[in-house]
């Protein structure tokens, strides 16, 4: 939402229903590392998804079609789905068929269900080329305020994570106060699933043959 790298000429807000927002999926190289990996949000079955819709300009299909999937399909974690929304216009709302990107469960990856205090002592630790994982959290949130966009599953995470974390997320979001905060964390060392062979291959096929 705050950084999507695509030639739009509308943005609007919009639901997804059957699928939701959630730390899920573990991230080695954008915010963290393979020795301390980071988590990123990720769509996955249940509930419901509130966020921004960009409507593309009219020619800049194909260019952002290879855009994204140069960007979200770098390890096969995600996969692309059509699927049904509804989108916030002045006019009222309005049902359309939306691109997004869906969690691989079975990628390795996918870290399934964790709990808030699991996924807290994570994100407070772990940075990557992007930077702290922390960061992109504060990042993320501030952006749904910002939208009047209330996400009760993060927001308890800032909780988790406790007052520094609720003070830094009410002010805007800066690189120097979430490594401030990272710094101030004790370090827990998270596990990381490695890839196989076989899972390189598989999950790695859309890339492969050019999709």
């Not at 939701?20 to 419901?48: D, E, I, N």
């Not at 869906?102 to 996918?110: D, L, R, W, Y």
Request: glycine content about 8%; overall charge positive; charged content about 25%.
């Amino acid at each position: 939402m705050w950084s999507p790298g695509i030639d739009f000429t509308q943005s609007a807000k919009a639901r997804l229903v059957g699928l939701k927002r959630s730390f899920c999926v573990h991230s080695v190289h954008y915010r963290g590392t393979y020795r301390r990996p980071g988590l990123v949000l990720g769509l996955r079955q249940g509930g419901s998804c509130a966020g921004i819709a960009f409507k593309i300009r009219s020619g800049a299909e194909r260019e952002t079609l290879r855009y994204l999937r140069e960007r979200e399909l770098v390890n096969g974690v995600y996969r692309e789905a059509h699927v049904p929304i509804s989108v916030q216009l002045d006019s009222g709302h309005r049902e359309v068929t939306a691109l997004t990107y869906v969690a691989e469960t079975h990628h390795p990856s996918f870290v399934g269900q964790m709990t808030l205090n699991e996924q807290a002592a994570m994100i407070a630790t772990a940075t990557g080329r992007s930077g702290t994982n922390l960061e992109y959290m504060m990042n993320t949130i501030q952006h749904l305020r910002d939208l009047n966009i209330h996400d009760t599953e993060l927001e308890r995470l800032v909780t988790t994570l406790g007052p520094l974390a609720r003070r830094i997320c009410d002010a805007k979001c800066t690189r120097s106060s979430a490594k401030a905060m990272t710094r101030s964390l004790t370090p827990r060392p998270p596990r990381c699933k490695s890839f196989r062979r076989d899972q390189l291959i598989r999950f790695n096929h859309r890339k492969i043959i050019g999709l």
